[in-house]
């Protein structure tokens, strides 16, 4: 008998344990490892455009252009093809990361700018050393005014990892995808991804807030 | 002596020199400093002398180049010719068979340590509290003991009048207590030169008293050099044995606070004086 109704409960039920696995397992995994080695290695491009001799940092500067101006998809495909030897999952880990680590870079060079010339000026009336005037003047300053700009990548990050199924790598959305596939029923999964999204989103951005908070002084 | 430039040979008449004794060794020396911002000069071929122990303020109309004495001394910038000694040591150049030649970050920055400096806008570091900023400096430049550093951070504070803010973050504190702040992190680096940049400029009326209570207390049981520059000419009076009148980057007249004060010589000076009043 041919199910035609637009809305079947018994397709959202069925399909929602392999997507809470893959949700976790890839979603979420992608996400958090991505972020942070956005986060540090955002971080660590932004000090050496900064500090480094013109020649270093002018390398950087064009590497870090060239991430930021070719599409993610077409990273985690060259990634996927070019280093078949990486699982699908490190290569999205990896292209997820050094690709917001381009556009973090930018968020924390904003965020050293914003710290007034004075502090800069108090660390050298102290004799700070420059690694110490870094660690702890500048960074903890730059940092705390770039988590509301940092939060909304990690929550970009997090709504672009369906693009894992360009590379074979089942994520929520891909799991939903395969079991519409298999019993012709799109919209119930689909749906539910969407929700999936939202109700994870908003805590995310809730957190955020609440770091924000913290970090205010 | 008169020259083309100065036909009168009026300028250079104010060096800036005193008498030194025998072997004495100034804490400061300027040596025909320049300081040039692009085409603009605001030092031309500066000479004065500081003795230990001494205060010196150094007045003047707004451009003249009081603060960009106090920025050098502390190496936030580099003089563009000339030389500076602190303690007889050069601070940033030295010469050598006739060439200006720049010394090493590493000297610089022990040099630098001997100095300390109080900003206008205080500069306390808003992600540290008040202990930690006034630790901050003893701990990781000097290597003292956290337990010595938090130690002698408490007694400042009480020199300055904020026993209880030890915990508070500089945010939660009035410009006035701020400032007392600054104050005692500087302090907590034992300076043999303090240097005061219009501390009082950025703090409400009623506050300034409070703290420059504090820096009179200061001067008056320590021997630290002071290079003070305000516009509060009462301070400078009650604090200062020396007053440096500066226009154009020239000192103009210098004396002692009841010369400069009650009896200047100079035009200049006593328009400045009759405006600021």
Redesign the interface.
Known sequence: MIDDSLWNWKHVWAALPDMLVAFVKVTLLVTFAGSLIAAVLGLVIALIRRSSPKPISAIVTFVMNFVRMTPLVVQLLFVYYAVPSLPGLAVGIIVFGVHYATFMAEVYRAGIESV?K??W??T??????PA?TWI??II??AV?ATVPALGNYVISMFKETPFLVTIAVIDMVGAAQKYGGVHFRFTEVFVSAGILFLIASYPTSVLIGRLEKRLA? | MPTESDPLGELGLHTGAVELADGEIPAIRFENVVKQYGSNTVLDGLNFTVRKGDRVTLIGPSGSGKTTILRLV???EDSTDGYIFIDGQPLTHIEKDGRRIVLKDKYR?EM??R???V?Q?F??????TVLENII??PV??LGHSKADAITRAHELLEQVGLPDKAKA???SLSGGQQQRVAIA??LA?DPEIMLLDEVTSALDPEVVGEVLGILRNIAATTDVTMLIVTHEMQFARDVSNRVLMFDAGRIVEEGSPAEIFDNPQEERTQAFLSAVS
């Open positions: 007034p004075g502090q000026e108090a050298t009336a102290l004799s700070m050393s110490r702890a003047v903890p300053q705390r002084y | 502390m190496t936030l920055f630098r340590k100095i300390g400096m900003f806008q500069n306390l570091f808003p992600n540290m901050e400096a990781h430049v973050h500089p945010t992190r500087c680096m």
